[in-house]
């Protein structure tokens, strides 16, 4: 089943405490992208890779990194988690000019 | 800076009714427009694309047209069912312009009730 699959699903963590949100896809997409959705402020691109060793930030990057290792890959890591990085985080992946799929999300909350 | 705007932000109808969900965005240099549902506590589910030549998608009971020089699109159900409570979402993407932002612009939805 082509999917996009995220892991946490739901993570409670404190400030300062390093953690990394894993991200796959099967379908051999070469565009990737994380999101962040937050009430009132809808969703937001974070970063997203045009292919393997290739991203490049979206309009809020503050305080995540990125890598893209590997095709099917996407993590993304918060160094120095802060409670203003409590959202709902969601994954994407795509061709060039085809639909974007997501992930189920996954819910962090920063203490 | 593109802005995307959805109207209704809330809709509830009775079972059965024929709806139509708005969504408009400023800029009309797109490369295409999405629609999405998202349930409670769950992720986007990909609904419709159009790509920025094309004038309209079908799926289904599902129908969504675009008219980008007037920079809006719609997205028709018809016979809805209360399966189809959700939120639904717009979004569309810039152009690609070698290198520079690829995100989507998403609009805040519209919270679909389906009473039964």
């Known amino acids: 089943e082509a999917q996009v699959t995220q892991n946490p699903r739901y993570l409670i963590t404190v400030t300062g405490k390093k953690l990394t949100v894993t991200c796959s896809q099967n379908?051999?997409?070469?565009?990737m992208s994380w999101y962040r959705q937050d009430p009132g402020l809808g969703l937001r691109q974070i970063y997203y890779s045009m292919n393997v060793e290739v991203t490049d930030k979206g309009d809020v990057p503050e305080g995540y990194k990125v890598s893209r290792k590997e095709k099917r890959n996407f993590p993304l890591i918060l160094e120095s988690p802060s409670p203003n990085q409590t959202s709902l985080y969601f994954c994407?992946?795509?061709?060039?000019?085809?639909?974007?799929?997501f992930g189920p999300g996954t819910r962090l909350t920063v203490l | 800076k593109q802005e995307v705007t959805q109207i209704p932000a809330a809709l509830s109808v009775p079972e059965g009714e024929n709806l139509v969900l708005n969504c408009s965005f400023t800029?009309?240099?797109?490369?295409?427009l999405q629609w999405f549902r998202q349930d409670p506590g769950k992720g986007l589910t990909s609904l419709l694309l159009?790509?920025?030549?094309?004038r309209e998608q079908t799926s289904g009971r599902l129908n969504a047209s675009l008219d980008k020089s007037s920079g809006r699109s719609t997205l028709y159900i018809a016979a809805s069912q209360p399966g189809d409570s959700a939120t639904y979402l717009c979004?569309?993407?810039?152009?690609?312009?070698?290198?520079?932002?690829?995100?989507?612009?998403f609009g805040k939805g519209t919270h679909l009730i389906i009473q039964p």
């Open positions: 800029d009309s240099a797109i490369y295409n």
């Open positions: 159009i790509q920025s030549s094309q």
């Open positions: 994407a992946s795509y061709r060039s000019n085809n639909e974007q799929f």
């Open positions: 379908m051999n997409h070469e565009y």
């Open positions: 979004a569309v993407r810039p152009p690609y312009s070698g290198g520079g932002a690829d995100g989507l612009t």
